[in-house]
């Protein structure tokens, strides 16, 4: 059986969700308990944090499905119907479509952008950053096709990864070089809580001042923006 941990905490409303409908569906249960050994955690308390922390985890609800030897075959982040769960829940069980089935079959020389793409998000869900930025390189050099939606993806989080690796202008770039992407907000949202994280105001409030001239009457932006200054 695989080891089957879900990471929660008891005020996000997914988790809660994913609890009623999907978890306690009579064929999510049925099937979990021939092949899992089920175990939750709040990822909020010292052993749950631990944990969580230790599989390099992020967002709630977060399952993770390891093996006897506490390595990991796969993970789910966030909420998720039933339907959908139990599609993934037997991938998994059959070692399907997880990182290494992507690995082998890449290796094996099945190397279209479907297979690369999913190398690279799989390894952005471990937050392994340097190897999810491989194979998004791989990708965008082998496949520059400027309307796919792995590809713009994948142009994101290269600049997201460039900027968080010390290239101030990374993502500044990436907005001046893509008008019209729908990751732009985002983009201006990774650079406030970089900043805020490091304790930098004057930049951090810059990037505000530039995010309310390009959405000027988002309210995710004003919210965010009047949070930050009351």
């Known amino acids: 059986k695989l080891i089957f941990i879900k990471f929660y905490t008891n005020t996000w409303a997914s988790c809660i969700r994913l609890d009623v409908e999907t978890l306690r569906s009579p064929e999510v249960q049925a099937i979990s308990n021939e ?3 089920s175990l939750k955690y709040n990822a909020k308390d010292e052993i749950g944090n631990k944990l969580y922390k230790q599989y ?20 789910i982040i966030g909420f998720i119907p039933p339907t959908e769960y139990l599609l993934k829940l037997n991938d998994i069980i059959n070692k399907r479509n997880t990182l290494d089935d992507y690995l082998s079959k890449y290796e094996k020389g099945d190397q279209n952008a479907e297979i690369i ?19 998004y390189k ?26 968080e690796k010390g290239n101030d202008n990374a993502l500044r770039n990436y907005i001046k070089g893509n008008p019209n992407s729908d990751f732009l907000y985002d983009a201006y949202r990774k650079m406030t809580h970089f900043y805020a994280n490091n304790n930098n105001q004057k930049k951090e409030i810059q990037v505000y001042e530039e995010m309310l001239i390009a959405f000027p009457n988002d309210p995710n932006a004003l919210n965010s923006y009047a949070w930050r200054m009351a």
Do not use: M, W
């Open 117 to 135: 793409a999913a190398i690279a998000t799989k390894y952005e869900d471990r937050k392994d950053k340097n190897n999810a930025a491989k194979f």
């Open 35 to 37: 092949h899992l050994i």
């Open 56 to 75: 390099n985890c992020q967002f709630v609800p977060h399952l993770l499905f390891l093996d006897a030897q506490g390595n990991e075959v796969d993970r």
């Open 138 to 163: 791989i990708l965008i050099e082998k496949y520059p096709d400027p309307n796919s939606n792995l590809y713009k993806n994948g142009k994101f989080f290269l600049a997201s990864y460039a900027f």
